[in-house]
């Protein structure tokens, strides 16, 4: 069984990643088929299913990327959080290498920007009512 297959990205509108996520219910751990296409995140009960449960659209959405190791019944697996507009979740995901693609296309579906990518911390350049200044644009 190919637990995540993992398609090349596309376009917007097109299948860019699939996958087993887990989550933590009542402490026990619920394996969800994710797929991910454009921006729509899509569960469904398996990957043979062909109906989707429910799906969240990714606008908006912030995620944490935690990369924090956790252990559920004598597994390890990687947490991460996605915060939707009205709600939270918590999501595991099995191995590192499967979380950082996970990780690395849902913040493109996102449009999640690293402050630090986009910007130069240098020496301080003055100072205000308010704080210091020491960011460049890079």
Not at 46 to 61: A, C, D, F, P, R
């Amino acid at each position: 069984e190919n637990e995540n297959p993992a398609p090349a990205e596309k376009e917007e509108g097109v299948l860019t990643h699939e996958g087993y996520l887990y989550k933590l219910v009542d402490g026990k751990i619920k394996k969800i088929f994710f797929r991910l296409v454009g921006r729509d995140f899509f569960f469904l009960k398996s990957e043979k299913e062909t109906e989707h449960k429910g799906m969240h659209n990714l606008s908006g959405v912030f995620i944490n990327d935690e990369h924090k190791k956790v252990e559920v019944n004598g597994k390890i697996y990687y947490k991460f959080k996605m915060k939707y507009p009205k709600k939270e979740r918590e999501y595991l995901v099995e191995g590192e290498e499967n979380y950082k693609k996970w990780m690395q296309v849902l913040k493109k579906a996102t449009g999640f920007k690293n402050l630090m990518e986009m910007y130069d911390v240098g020496e301080t350049l003055g100072n205000g009512k308010f704080g210091l200044i020491d960011f460049n644009i890079l």
